[in-house]
């Protein structure tokens, strides 16, 4: 299956209750041969209004944050675990997540990032371990199938709580030093 029979496929998806309150589906951004994948939880209301993740409020932080180490919706891949938005923002249900990790992982497949980075508990504890704490665990790469995992604080946790905003700061770069030592194209990743 290539990109466009993929998003086609998933845009027509009704395998969960999210599909009934849905706007729209949010099957990712980016282009399609991105070297980093940033997985989130689940669209919010912003993103479930424009089918685009992390557009809203979390997304322009998201944004600023990528461009500080040379990162982008240009050269790198956001999706998110499940592509509609649950009610009032709750965090996806098991069933939800599982109904759709299927096109996530065709995503990958079709992508073949070099690195993952899960932004928040919910995709960490879904793509990395059951049991990840981003507390204690964000910024600590894993390798699972030849692919480099991190995890770091979901955009909307560090604008709650500008605490953790020092230890973002620390993971994006432990990412660009991981991304300009495994690419191909160091320039590709230029601040």
Request: charged fraction near 25%; aromatic fraction near 8%; include cysteine.
């Amino acid at each position: 299956m290539d990109w466009e029979a993929l998003k086609q496929a998933c845009l027509q998806c009704d395998k969960c209750e999210l599909a009934k309150t849905r706007q729209n589906v949010v099957f990712g951004v980016g282009p399609t041969d991105a070297e980093v994948l940033f997985v989130g939880e689940g669209p919010g209301g912003q993103e479930d209004l424009q089918g685009e993740p992390f557009v809203g409020p979390a997304g322009q932080f998201l944004d600023d944050m990528l461009s500080i180490i040379g990162l982008g919706r240009h050269n790198c891949y956001i999706g998110n675990i499940v592509k509609c938005r649950p009610p009032q923002n709750r965090d996806p249900l098991p069933t939800e997540q599982e109904a759709c990790i299927g096109w996530l992982r065709m995503q990958t497949k079709l992508l073949q990032p070099k690195i993952i980075v899960c932004l928040g508990r919910i995709a960490a504890q879904k793509l990395i371990s059951e049991d990840f704490k981003i507390t204690k665990e964000h910024g600590v790469w894993f390798d699972k199938g030849g692919i480099r995992f991190m995890a770091m604080y979901h955009p909307s946790a560090l604008l709650r709580d500008i605490t953790k905003r020092p230890d973002t700061f620390r993971d994006l770069k432990k990412l660009r030093e991981m991304l300009i030592s495994i690419t191909d194209d160091p320039q590709r990743y230029s601040v």
